[in-house]
């Protein structure tokens, strides 16, 4: 299925938009984007890596029934992970809607409520907040979703692994 959406004009375009992008911010801002400073919270990925995380998420998204149109609900902080949430939506052509980290219940379900998430990710903690728990206790005000993925290690019966998947494990 992923070679068919490579095949896709439309996502080429994407990827092609994206890239570009970032090239004239750099040219543009005199100022590099580093590897080490974008990810400073993760591992290190070079292009393959990327591409292949990408694909694997994308992968997942297609298995769990996320799609074209879809809508996948993402809270997590500027790192390594959230790039490949976003090059995996695009290469099926689902929809990211970016939640703020400090974001907490009331905001998780205002937003749900408007955008109808068909899954959400986010990470097990940031800022020493479980965000997993925080996951677990709106799920049930999101009567579309159909699964969660966290910046674990390890999946659990009702969340998948972000880190598992993006790995290959």
């Given amino acids: 299925q992923i070679e068919a959406i490579r095949n896709d004009g439309a996502a080429q375009d994407a990827w092609l938009a994206l890239s570009q992008r970032l090239e004239h911010i750099e040219r543009n801002s005199g100022l590099a984007v580093s590897q080490d400073e974008f990810q400073a919270l993760s591992q290190r990925l070079a292009d393959a890596e990327l591409r292949t995380a990408a694909d694997r998420l994308a992968t997942s998204f ?32 689902a929809i ?7 974001y907490r219940a009331h905001e998780l379900r205002t937003t749900a409520g408007i955008v109808k998430p068909k ?4 990470a097990k903690t940031i800022a020493g907040f479980d965000h997993l728990a925080l996951a677990r206790e709106v799920r049930g005000d999101m009567p579309d979703l159909r699964v969660s993925y966290g910046l674990t290690d390890e999946a659990t019966p009702d969340v998948l692994s972000l880190g598992e998947i993006i790995r290959g494990g």
């Fill in 62 to 93: 297609l298995h769990e029934g996320i799609g074209h149109g879809d809508v996948v609900m993402v809270q997590l902080p500027n790192i390594a992970e959230l790039v490949i949430v976003y090059l995996a939506a695009a290469r099926i052509g």
């Fill in 119 to 122: 899954a959400f990710i986010t």
């Fill in 96 to 102: 990211v809607s970016p939640l703020a980290v400090q």
